[in-house]
C-alpha cells in the first residue's frame, strides 16, 4: 500500500511538474542571434507574441509594432517577433539576414528570435501552446504577423488576425487593459 501511494505521489509531481514546464515562459527557445533563451525574462509583462516575415504583404506592420513598443514599453509592454517561412515563402533569410531587414529598415528595437514554424507536424511548442488544441484562441495561424496577446499572469488574453493592424483601436484597446490588469 505505501509502495503504491509513494508511486502514484511520483506520478502526479511529475505530471505537476510537467504543467509547470509547459507554461509559456518556460519553453525553449532561440533570439535571433542563436542564443537558447526563454520568455521568462518577460515574465510579469504584458507580451505581443508575432509571427513575422520580410516580404509579405502585411511587412509594413514592423513599424506599428515598432511604434507601440515604443510607446507602451515602459509600462511594461513587450512585443516578440517570430519570422516563419510557412506562408508563401516570405521569409527565407537566413536569421543574420532577417535581423539586418528589420533593424535597417523598420529599426526594429523590440526582441526577434530565431525562425520558427507555426503550423504542421513541425509546430513550434511555443506555437502549440498559443494556437493549439488547448489554447483558448485554438486554430492554425493563416498567415503571417497573426498576433497574440499574453497578460502579466502568462495567460493568452486576444488573438488577433493578420489584417488587424498593431496600431489599430482594437490591438490598442487589448494592449491598454492587460497593462492595467495588474
Known amino acids: 500500500m505505501k509502495t503504491t501511494t509513494l508511486a502514484c505521489a511520483a506520478v502526479l509531481m511529475s505530471t505537476v511538474a510537467l504543467r509547470a514546464a509547459a507554461s509559456l515562459y518556460d519553453i525553449p527557445l532561440k533570439d535571433i542571434d542563436g542564443k537558447d533563451t526563454t520568455l521568462k525574462p518577460y515574465a510579469g509583462k504584458v507580451l505581443l507574441l508575432v509571427n513575422v516575415a520580410s516580404r509579405c504583404g502585411f511587412t509594413p506592420q514592423y513599424a506599428g509594432l515598432e511604434a507601440i513598443y515604443k510607446k507602451y514599453s515602459d ?66 495561424i493563416r498567415w503571417n504577423f ?37
Do not use: W
Open 75 to 140: 509600462q511594461g509592454l513587450v512585443i516578440c517577433g517570430f519570422p516563419c517561412n510557412q506562408f508563401g515563402g516570405q521569409e527565407p533569410g537566413t536569421d543574420a539576414e532577417i535581423k539586418q531587414f528589420c533593424t535597417g529598415k523598420y529599426d526594429v528595437t523590440f526582441p526577434m528570435f530565431d525562425k520558427l514554424e507555426v503550423n504542421g507536424s513541425n509546430r513550434h511548442s511555443l506555437y502549440v501552446a498559443l494556437a493549439g488544441k488547448d489554447s483558448p484562441f485554438a486554430g492554425d
Open 146 to 182: 497573426t498576433k497574440f496577446l499574453i497578460g502579466r499572469d502568462g495567460k493568452i488574453v486576444a488573438r488577433f488576425d493578420s489584417k488587424v493592424k498593431p496600431d489599430s483601436e482594437e490591438v490598442t484597446k487589448a494592449i491598454e487593459a492587460a497593462l492595467a490588469a495588474k
